[in-house]
């Protein structure tokens, strides 16, 4: 925010509130792509990975609710297989496959929680929430959801390893 130095009480007043005015309305129309979920050229490619055999197109259906139901501060789904399976209407063995599908092609990084739950958390540089285009809330990047678990961090490098 620029203010001039040389304005003086009421017109340095004005600008002040001018300038408020500006960043409210820049950040209310950035607002307006708030729900929407974000996916780079990497992550159509993803799609597209997944597409290419049976067991990819099965486990598109959770890669797909998951970037849905992304939490933009986190950049992660929180929840445990069951809820996931009740939700897709299959039965938690499925879901189970479709995880360790999806996290043998680093599309997802699984991070235990507490008990049964888990933070499902897709690569920031594929899908991301939020209303601009940061990548900023992702677990990945701000280590929200990340503990000092090495294998944890191993994976999560490996998922940044590959270029954007």
């Known amino acids: 925010m620029f203010v001039n130095p040389e304005l003086h009480g009421k017109k340095r007043q004005e600008q002040l509130d001018e300038n408020v005015r500006k960043a409210t309305r820049e950040h209310e129309e950035a607002k307006k792509n708030s ?71 680093n599309a997802l990084v699984r991070i235990p929680v507490a008990g049964k739950v888990c933070a499902y958390a897709l690569d920031p540089h594929e899908v991301w929430k939020g209303y601009n285009t940061s990548k900023d809330y992702s677990a990945f990047v701000t280590k929200t959801l990340v503990n000092n678990d090495g294998d944890i961090k191993r994976r999560i490098m490996s998922m940044f390893s590959s270029n954007e």
């Open 35 to 105: 729900r929407f979920t974000q996916v780079s050229p990497k992550g159509w490619e993803r799609v597209r990975e997944l597409l290419t055999d049976k067991q990819g197109v099965a486990a598109l259906r959770l890669y797909s609710f998951l970037a849905e139901h992304i939490d933009p501060s986190c950049g992660a789904v929180v929840a445990d297989q069951q809820f996931l399976a009740d939700k897709m209407g299959v039965n938690r063995s499925t879901i189970i496959r479709w995880l360790n599908y999806l996290e043998s092609k």
